[in-house]
C-alpha cells in the first residue's frame, strides 16, 4: 500500500533544481519576504498531480505531517489530495475535510496553495451553506487566511452568486497587501464575466479608493475606451 515515505521519494526523484531556483524567487522565499523560508524541490504540477494520483488513500494522519513539512512541494501534494477527497466524499467526509482544512490552515501559506484548494474545498463547501467563516477568516490579521476568505468565493461566482464575493471585497479593499489587491481585482473580474452590471455598480461605488492593480486585475477584460475611463478617472 502507498505511504507517506514512498510519496516523499518519488517527489524528491522529480526535483529539478534550477526550477527550484526559480520558484524560491518567484514565491518571495528571501528574508522578509511573504514566503520567507519555504523550500521548494521545483517539481513540476503536471509531474506532482501524476505523482501524487497514486497516493490519494494516504492516512489522514500522513496527510497531516505533509502538511506541516517545510517543503513546499509536499504541502502542495497534500493539499491536491484532500481536494481529490473532497470531490469524491459524500457530505460526512466532505464536513471531515473542510474541518481538517480549517485546522491546517496555517500551513496554507502561499497563494499557490490557497489559490488551488480554497474554492475546490472551502467554497465549495459553503455553496448551501452559512458564510460565517469567511468573514472571520476575512478579519484575520494571517494574510492568508483573508486571500482564503476571498478566493473561495470563486465557487460562488461559478455558481452566478456575487454578494458574498461584493462584500469580502469591500472589507479587504484596504488592506496592506499586494496579494490581497491581486486577489480582490481577480474575483471582481470573475464576477463582471458573468454579470458586467454587477461588477461595474461595484467599481462606480468604490474603485477611487481601490488600489491601482486592483483596479487593473478588475477591468482587465473591458474594452480599451471603457479601461481608459476608470484608469483616468482613478489618477485625478
Known amino acids: 500500500m502507498p505511504n507517506i515515505d514512498q510519496l516523499k521519494k518519488e517527489l ?6 534550477e526550477y527550484a531556483k526559480i520558484l524560491q524567487r518567484f514565491f518571495k522565499t528571501g528574508r522578509g519576504e511573504y514566503g520567507e523560508g519555504d523550500i521548494f524541490l521545483g517539481v513540476k504540477t503536471p509531474i506532482q498531480r501524476k505523482i501524487v494520483g497514486n497516493y490519494c488513500e494516504l492516512p489522514l494522519g500522513d496527510l497531516q505531517k505533509l502538511f506541516s513539512d517545510k517543503i513546499h512541494d509536499f504541502r502542495f501534494s497534500a493539499l491536491l489530495i484532500l481536494i481529490a477527497r473532497f470531490k469524491k466524499g459524500d457530505k460526512k467526509k466532505k464536513k471531515e475535510i473542510f474541518k481538517l482544512y480549517l485546522k491546517l490552515i496555517k500551513y496554507i501559506n502561499n497563494w499557490d496553495l490557497v489559490d488551488i484548494s480554497a474554492p475546490h474545498i472551502v467554497g465549495n463547501f459553503l455553496l448551501d451553506k452559512p458564510r460565517d467563516i469567511l468573514y472571520q477568516l476575512a478579519k484575520s490579521k494571517n494574510l492568508w487566511e483573508r486571500r482564503v476568505a ?12 456575487f454578494a458574498d464575493t461584493l462584500k469580502i471585497s469591500k472589507i479587504l479593499l484596504r488592506d496592506n497587501y499586494d496579494l490581497i489587491h491581486k486577489a480582490i481585482g481577480w474575483m471582481l473580474r470573475e464576477v463582471g464575466k458573468r454579470n458586467l452590471a454587477a461588477e461595474e455598480e461595484f467599481l462606480q461605488k468604490h474603485f477611487q479608493k481601490m488600489p491601482r492593480v486592483t483596479l487593473r486585475y478588475a477591468i482587465e477584460k473591458f474594452n480599451e475606451r471603457k479601461r481608459k475611463f476608470y484608469l483616468n478617472k482613478k489618477s485625478k
Not at 524528491?12 to 533544481?17: E, L, V
Open 12 to 17: 524528491r526523484r522529480a526535483a529539478n533544481p
Open 150 to 161: 476571498i478566493v473561495s468565493t470563486f465557487a460562488f461566482i461559478r455558481n452566478s452568486d
